[in-house]
T-cell receptor, first 116, second 112 residues
Framework: EAGVAQSPRYKIIEKRQSVAFWCNPISGHATLYWYQQILGQGPKLLIQFQNNGVVDDSQLPKDRFSAERLKGVDSTLKIQPAKLEDSAVYLC??????????????FGPGTRLTVL | GESVGLHLPTLSVQEGDNSIINCAYSNSASDYFIWYKQESGKGPQFIIDIRSNMDKRQGQRVTVLLNKTVKHLSLQIAATQPGDSAVYFCAERDTGRRALTFGSGTRLQVQP
């Protein structure tokens, strides 16, 4: 079974520029998550999708961050404009069970963003 | 590869010894807990989970203990190997939510 795929693996941009990250979840997984992991910290949820609908985006800075999951499969996360404090690893995860309380989230390798 | 955490609490053990990594949580409404292992440059990897109606769960070389009274979770690794060196995160999930809240992590260093 192929894992969660993310691209690019690394991205360096200047502040105020825009950037987009892509995620392809494990085939058949209905739930997709984007997390932000700042160096030295645990991942923090940005947004959660169930199929192509948003379930939780309460911690997404909506003035600059946006995400979509068209057709309920792949997802993109965009930052526009980027700030220095957005430097972090952006992790995508997916899980399969829609109603279980114990479904496992599988993580991709992440995209390391550096904002200069 | 990227360093996951430069200033995390660090546990250093000798190869072959047992390791115990601790985690405190604060949300009494959490009903599901997971331990993840994260190696440098990689995403978190599932190790073991436990539901709140259990006190202990065992896997291959790993055991998770849950003490709901003091809101404490621990991960025990038996016969620690150099390949176990990584950052370990505990994560919890609130009843009714499906996203995880992660702890700050502990770096495990295994000395050969």
């Amino acid at each position: 079974e192929a894992g969660v795929a993310q691209s690019p693996r690394y991205k360096i941009i200047e502040k105020r520029q825009s950037v987009a990250f892509w995620c392809n979840p494990i085939s058949g997984h209905a739930t997709l998550y984007w997390y932000q992991q700042i160096l030295g910290q645990g991942p923090k949820l940005l947004i959660q999708f169930q199929n192509n609908g948003v379930v939780d985006d309460s911690q997404l800075p909506k003035d600059r961050f946006s995400a979509e999951r068209l057709k309920g499969v792949d997802s993109t996360l965009k930052i526009q404009p980027a700030k220095l404090e957005d430097s972090a690893v952006y992790l995508c995860a997916s899980s399969s069970r829609q109603d279980s309380s114990t479904d496992t989230q599988y993580f991709g390798p992440g995209t390391r963003l550096t904002v200069l | 590869g990227e360093s996951v955490g430069l200033h995390l609490p660090t546990l250093s053990v000798q190869e072959g010894d047992n390791s115990i990594i601790n985690c405190a949580y604060s949300n009494s409404a959490s009903d599901y807990f997971i331990w993840y292992k994260q190696e440098s440059g990689k995403g978190p990897q599932f190790i073991i989970d436990i539901r709140s109606n259990m006190d202990k769960r065992q896997g291959q070389r790993v055991t998770v203990l849950l003490n709901k009274t003091v809101k404490h979770l621990s991960l025990q690794i038996a016969a620690t190997q150099p390949g176990d060196s990584a950052v370990y995160f505990c994560a919890e999930r609130d009843t009714g939510r499906r996203a995880l809240t992660f702890g700050s992590g502990t770096r495990l260093q295994v000395q050969p």
